[in-house]
C-alpha cells in the first residue's frame, strides 16, 4: 500500500511511518508548513520540518513540505480570533486538524495516487459492523480521538494510525530501537501560532483590539470587578475573578462583548444541566443518532466523559445527567457510544 505520513517533527508521527516501513508499505513522509509568522511552541517551526526530514532519510523515504499557510491563517487563526472577538472560545487544534489535515491534505494525497494517509495520533481505526469507526487510543494519558472526534466514515477508511495500540513509553522506546533522533523530543503542548512567551493576549491584541467590561454578579447586579479584555474571559473560568463579599469563589457565567459586560456567580449558580449545540456544527460519524440517544459527551481533550442525553426541542441539546461547570460556545463536544465508551459517535460545537 502506498501511504503519505503527515510528519509533524515529533516521535509520534516518526514512529508511525518507522511502523508503516516495516510493514512493507511504499512510506513518503510529509510535513505541513501552517503559520508563516513568529512561533515558539506547537509543531510548526522550522526546527520541527528539519527534524521529520531528518527522521525520513534515517528511514530511507522521501519527505516533502506542503506549504498550506494561506489555508491555515483562512480556516484555523482567522476564525480563532473573530471567535474571541464575539465572546466565544474556539478549539484551533481540532479545526486544523479537521480542514488542514483530514480535509486538504486527504484531497491532496488522492490527487498524488496514495492509498491511505497515516498520522501519529494516539487513537485508532476499529471495524464495527463492517464499517470503521474511530475509536480512544490504547494509552488513556495521551489519547487524542477527541481532537479527531469530527472524522467521518470515508475519512476513516483511508486513514492509518499505526502507534494508536501503543503507549507513549512504548513509542519513544521503540524510537530509540531503530535510531530515531525524535525518541526523546518533548510533546508539544500549546497552540503553534501562539508563543509562548507572550500568550494569547498579546496575539489577539495584534489582531483585534481588546475591550474591557464589568464584571457583574449574577445573583445582586453588583459591580464587583473589571476586565481589561473581555476577549479573553471564558465561561466556566475562575481565574481572575475575586471572590464575592460572601467570601465564596465567583465563576465567569457569561460573556457578552457588545455589552462591555462579564457576568460571574456561585459555582452552584452557574452549574449548568445542558448544553445548546450548533447544528450547524453537528457531525455523526456514521447514522444520525437518535433523538433521546445516550451518550457519554467530553467537552476537552482529556475531560471527565458526563453521561448524557441528545435532545431536539426547538434546537439541538445535550441534557447533562448530573450539573456542570458551564462550557464555553465554541467549544467542541465529542459524542462516545455508551455500548462502548472508546468509540466516537459524532461531534458538535457548543452554541450559546
Not at 445535550?318 to 455500548?339: K, N
Request: glycine fraction near 10%; proline fraction near 3%.
Amino acid at each position: 500500500m502506498k501511504v503519505l505520513v503527515a510528519m509533524s517533527g515529533g516521535v509520534d508521527s516518526s514512529v508511525a511511518a518507522a511502523l508503516l516501513l516495516e510493514d512493507g508499505h511504499e512510506v513518503v513522509g510529509a510535513t505541513l508548513k501552517l503559520w508563516g509568522g513568529v512561533s515558539d511552541s506547537g509543531c510548526c517551526s522550522v526546527a520541527d520540518v528539519d527534524d521529520a526530514r531528518r527522521v525520513a532519510q534515517t528511514l530511507g523515504i522521501d519527505h516533502h513540505v506542503f506549504n498550506y499557510t494561506e489555508e491555515f491563517e483562512a480556516l484555523v487563526v482567522t476564525p480563532f480570533v473573530q471567535g474571541h472577538a464575539q465572546g466565544t472560545s474556539p478549539n484551533p487544534c481540532i479545526e486544523c486538524n479537521r480542514h488542514i489535515k483530514f480535509d486538504l491534505l486527504f484531497e491532496r494525497a488522492q490527487r498524488l495516487g496514495f492509498d491511505a494517509v497515516a498520522t501519529g495520533h494516539h487513537a485508532r481505526v476499529q471495524s464495527r459492523d463492517g464499517c470503521p469507526v474511530l475509536a480512544r487510543g490504547a494509552d488513556a494519558a495521551k489519547d487524542q480521538s477527541y481532537v479527531l472526534g469530527y472524522l467521518q466514515t470515508e475519512q476513516l477508511e483511508r486513514l492509518l494510525l499505526p502507534i494508536g495500540g501503543m503507549n507513549k513509553s512504548e513509542v519513544r522506546a521503540h524510537a530509540e530501537r531503530v535510531g530515531l533522533r525524535t525518541w526523546d523530543k518533548p510533546d508539544s503542548q500549546d497552540v503553534c501560532f501562539i508563543e509562548a512567551s507572550k500568550g494569547r493576549e498579546v496575539f489577539l491584541r495584534s489582531r483585534i483590539p481588546l475591550t474591557g467590561a464589568e464584571l457583574v454578579d449574577q445573583a445582586t447586579g453588583d459591580v464587583v470587578g473589571f476586565t481589561e479584555a473581555a476577549q479573553l474571559m471564558t465561561v466556566g473560568q475562575r481565574r481572575g475573578v475575586l471572590p464575592g463579599r460572601d467570601g465564596h469563589k465567583r465563576f465567569v457565567a457569561r460573556v457578552d462583548i457588545a455589552a462591555r459586560r462579564v457576568e460571574v456567580g456561585r459555582l452552584e449558580d452557574v452549574m449548568v444541566t445542558s448544553l445548546r449545540l450548533n447544528e450547524d456544527s453537528l457531525t455523526f460519524a456514521r447514522d444520525e443518532i437518535a433523538v433521546g440517544a445516550h451518550l457519554w459527551a467530553q467537552w476537552s481533550a482529556h475531560g471527565q466523559p458526563r453521561a448524557a442525553t441528545l435532545r431536539h426541542e426547538g434546537g439541538w441539546s445535550l441534557e447533562l445527567a448530573e450539573p456542570t461547570r458551564p462550557v464555553a460556545a465554541g467549544q467542541t463536544v465529542v459524542f462516545y457510544s455508551t455500548t462502548d465508551p472508546t468509540v466516537v459517535e459524532g461531534a458538535a460545537l457548543v452554541s450559546r
